[in-house]
């Protein structure tokens, strides 16, 4: 008797998962009990240490993951690829949506409206919509191997794109904080604050590890069911 | 090389003859890209903004939206003909058939922007004069840009469900930087500088160009081959 | 040097989701065979057809034509193939001479216009030359079908139930001209439903059940034997 794979897959997402949750409540809690404040921003500010790990990941983890799942599938046709590609492109349109919901909650209080079509901003509302369009497409197509090319084809492109939105939308001089850790020098940022902000890191790559995970787990729960079902 | 090229002029033409001969299609691009021009008309104060710094605006985003309408024509009739097998039976490669498919779309987009510009010159007034030589060369190049990127996902969304609602959902995120570069090149010319001040424009259109082109044509067959 | 044959298939494996429609199918065919292919619905048939054309690539196994293996990097390898199915294959906007002008410009066919026109006139089709297809019967749309298949004279002739949904007369007039076809150089593949529509011409006969063959050998003599041998595997 043999245990189920994808039981096993969902459960070690699940402890991933909950983990990193419980990471993410450590990072508020030191944000805002053992961080100081900001000088010019104030509280608000403390939403960086959730805003700019998740943007970090859904753009540079979570996205070039999916690109480069979906290059390696149509090289060599393994549907694990897939549901990777898959899982990794649903957990980057949730991480796009905190960031785009953050970033308000941010800018509101500082710069006094919701909504401004600053690069960062908008490159991430492309990579939304560029997500959502990935999942409309595989919504719609029934075939496995199908919706696997169509997938992996809408991937490839996406992933192109990256590069001629962001040089199209950082013309716009935009209300955005310039960087502070990812500069030539030095990182400008105090140490405590630093501090925060790496766990936040370290805690966002581990929820994406842990989401993708269980997403996994779930997708090959169901195909397995599928085809058991055909059989 | 010889052979390649014919057989891309072969396709083009085969989808050109079955489109013209459709009538409506041509028809319907058109009519909607006046009716769009119409809307802006309406929608605007014209003493509050001056038309010649909206009319790029105006210009692209109306050349989108009748590109998208015109552009999910292009795999339509092979769906609607069960005509794609035909295709993809004879000894031609997928690339060829890419290119066909493409050359077509993209002198049926261009047939419509060349239809869209005379009446946008005349709902709005403006002149173009010296603009006209880089306006068209913007036209060309962004236009080549996004047909060739919705060229492969017409042959995708074809097979699915909702079709027109999918390729507009799909594609518009890859019409925006081109769409973005055209009328940030085309603001300049309507303002009267010469062309020698948008070139870095024009050159972005083409760097998306090659990139895309490329891709789609290395793309194409793991769309269509099952 | 032995020649390569005709066709030569392995392992053909194919599946759409859960349905595995082809559990490792090989087939050879010489120049001259017929095979008729038969199975009940949902066996593969029309599956297999398709890979056999080109037009599905199995997930495992090969395919080969006339020693070159159809994949997407080689298209000549395409061009022994010729496939009747149920789609026309021709575009309604187009007349018929411009449809088989245009097919045959993808074969590279010297003179197009000109094979064209002897192609419809050897199915009795030259008066509607000028008609779009929308305009025909449905037996002289197959007969169209028909003579955009053979366009490009194919050394593997396949055919997906070309017998469904003609009458009495058309199907007598398919028979026979399956029978000129039949020549030493050509073969061919027949799905089909009823054995007995093209028994004549077969040399070999096939049954797929559940994706494989079930029976794949030289045409037996008497078609009602066959008739229960068929029945019996088709239900297990």
């Known amino acids: ?212 995970t269980l997403r996994y787990g779930l997708q090959l729960a169901q195909d397995r069911k599928e085809e058991a079902d055909a059989a | 090389m010889g052979r ?110 060349a239809i869209t510009l005379p009446l946008f010159v005349l709902f709005f007034n403006v002149s173009l004069g010296h603009a006209l030589p880089g306006l068209v060369a913007t036209m060309l190049l962004a236009t080549a840009g996004f047909v060739a990127v919705g060229t492969v996902f017409s042959a995708m969304v074809v097979k699915t469900r909702f079709a027109e609602l999918m390729l507009p959902v799909l594609l518009l995120p890859f019409m925006v930087p081109p769409l973005i570069y055209a ?15 948008v070139l870095a424009g024009l050159r972005f259109l083409a760097l998306y160009d090659v990139a895309f082109i490329t891709l789609s044509v290395l793309l194409f067959s793991a769309v269509v081959d099952e | 040097m032995a020649e390569p044959p005709l066709l030569e298939a392995r392992g053909l494996t194919r599946s759409y989701g859960a349905v595995r429609a082809l559990r490792g199918v090989d087939l050879t065919l010489a120049p001259g065979d017929v095979l008729l292919v038969l199975g009940p619905n949902g066996a593969g048939k029309s599956t297999l057809l398709r890979t056999l054309a080109g037009l599905l690539r199995p997930q495992a196994g090969t395919v080969a034509v006339l020693g070159r293996m159809l994949s997407g ?20 906007e187009l007349s018929l001479l411009e449809n088989l002008t245009f097919a045959a410009r993808l074969y590279d066919v010297p003179e197009p216009a000109e094979r064209a026109r002897e192609a419809l006139a050897a199915q009795g089709l030259s008066e509607r030359a000028g008609d779009r297809p929308r305009q025909l019967s449905r037996g002289m749309l197959q007969r169209a079908a028909i003579a955009r298949a053979l366009l490009h004279r194919p050394a593997l002739l396949l055919l997906d139930e070309p017998f469904t949904g003609l009458d009495a007369v058309a199907g007598d ?48 003599e008497d078609v009602r034997a066959f008739h229960l041998t068929y029945q019996e595997l088709a239900r297990g």
Request: glycine share 6%.
């Open chain 3, 73 to 92: 990097d080689d298209p000549d390898a395409r061009r022994p193939i010729g496939l009747l199915s149920h789609q026309s294959l021709l575009y309604d």
């Open chain 2, 183 to 197: 009328v940030r090149t085309s603001a300049p010319l309507f303002q009267g500088r010469p062309l020698s001040e």
């Open chain 1, 1 to 212: 008797m043999t245990a189920d794979p994808a039981q096993a897959v969902i459960r070690r997402g699940i402890v991933l998962t909950v983990l990193a949750l419980i990471g993410v409540a450590v990072v508020m809690v030191m944000a805002l009990k053992f961080t100081p404040v900001e000088a010019n921003q104030g509280l608000a500010q403390k939403i960086f240490y959730i805003h700019v790990p998740t943007a970090t990941v859904a753009l540079w983890i979570a996205v070039p993951a999916t690109g480069l799942a979906s290059m390696l599938y149509l090289w060599l046709h393994d549907p694990r690829l897939d549901r990777f590609a898959a899982a990794s492109a649903e957990v980057a349109a949730v991480f796009c949506l905190v960031v785009l919901t953050t970033g308000p909650i941010w800018g509101k209080p500082i710069w006094g409206t919701w909504w401004t079509w600053d690069g960062r901003l908008t490159l991430t509302l492309f990579l939304f919509f560029l997500l959502l369009g990935y999942h409309t497409l595989r919504g719609s197509v029934r075939d496995p191997l199908e919706r696997g090319r169509f997938s992996a084809v809408l991937g490839i492109m996406g992933m192109a794109l990256v590069p001629f939105i962001h040089l199209s939308v950082y013309l716009w001089r935009g209300l955005h904080p310039k960087p502070v850790v990812l500069k030539p020098s030095a990182p400008s940022l105090p140490w405590e604050m630093l501090r925060t902000l790496l766990t936040g890191f370290g805690v966002f790559i581990l929820l994406y590890v842990g989401f993708v």
């Open chain 2, 4 to 113: 390649a090229i014919r057989l891309v002029l072969v396709l083009a033409a085969k989808d050109l003859r079955v489109e013209f001969r459709t009538r409506t299609s041509l028809l319907s691009a058109a009519v909607f890209a006046a009716l769009v021009l119409i809307v802006f008309n309406f929608a605007r104060d014209p003493t509050a903004v001056a038309t010649i710094d909206l009319a790029p605006s105006v210009l692209w985003v109306t050349v989108a939206f009748a590109s998208v309408v015109a552009m999910n024509r292009a795999f339509t009739t092979e769906r609607e003909n069960a005509a794609f097998d035909g295709l993809l039976l004879a000894p031609v490669s997928r690339e060829v058939l890419y290119l066909g498919k493409y050359l077509a779309s993209l002198v049926f987009v261009l047939l419509v922007e």
């Open chain 3, 173 to 220: 007039r398919l028979r026979a001209l399956l029978a000129k076809l039949h020549e030493p150089s050509r073969a061919m593949v027949v799905v089909t439903h009823h054995a007995g529509e093209a028994w004549d011409i077969a040399t070999r006969v096939g049954v797929l059940v559940g994706g494989r063959w079930a029976l794949e050998a030289p045409r037996p």
